[in-house]
């Protein structure tokens, strides 16, 4: 239960920074377990979760104002520790990702690498480091909301901080 909390505790006020409470855009989190019943998947309420265990973090991005948004980026963070991304999984298709929150790139991320000979080559950034997803969920009408979606595989507990508590 720990583990869960902590992570969704991460994630949420990582969204909570990138929504400001003035903006005509509010984002709400939530985390779903999947697990898996009779061959099919199933989305629980996540009380707890271990290493191991599969996690879908489920954002919705809604237009609170009365007039329609432009061009709506959603911006879905991934804590930096206790979790990693699973390539492929994020809904709607077109995810970009960002190892640091303010540059973006198509996903899967690559960078260029020296090998021992001095040769660049480029490489799939793992996506144990992946820290934010990003959708262009393009215009907005007032009242309207929209959901983007990543599963994100536990594999190990969190790091606490100072002040955190277990």
Do not use: C
């Amino acid at each position: 239960m720990k583990l869960l909390v902590s992570l969704l505790a991460t994630a949420a006020a990582l969204l909570a920074q990138s929504t400001f409470a003035a903006e005509p855009l509010s984002a709400t989190l939530e985390a779903h377990k999947i697990v898996l019943a009779d061959g099919k998947e199933q989305l629980l309420a996540a009380s707890e979760a271990k290493p191991g265990d599969v996690l879908e973090y489920r954002a919705t991005y809604k237009n609170v104002s009365d007039k329609p948004l432009k061009a709506v980026m959603a911006t879905l963070p991934v804590p930096a520790t206790g979790v990693e991304y699973l390539l492929g999984s994020a809904i709607p298709t077109g995810v970009q990702a960002s190892l640091d929150g303010a540059q973006f790139a198509p996903a899967p991320l690559k960078r260029l690498v020296k090998l021992p000979d001095g040769k660049p080559q480029q490489q799939l950034v793992p996506a144990a480091e992946y820290r934010f997803l990003r959708w262009p969920l393009g215009d907005l009408p007032a009242g309207a909301s929209k959901v983007v979606t990543a599963r994100v595989r536990v594999i190990s507990e969190p790091v606490l901080t100072t002040g955190q508590q277990q």
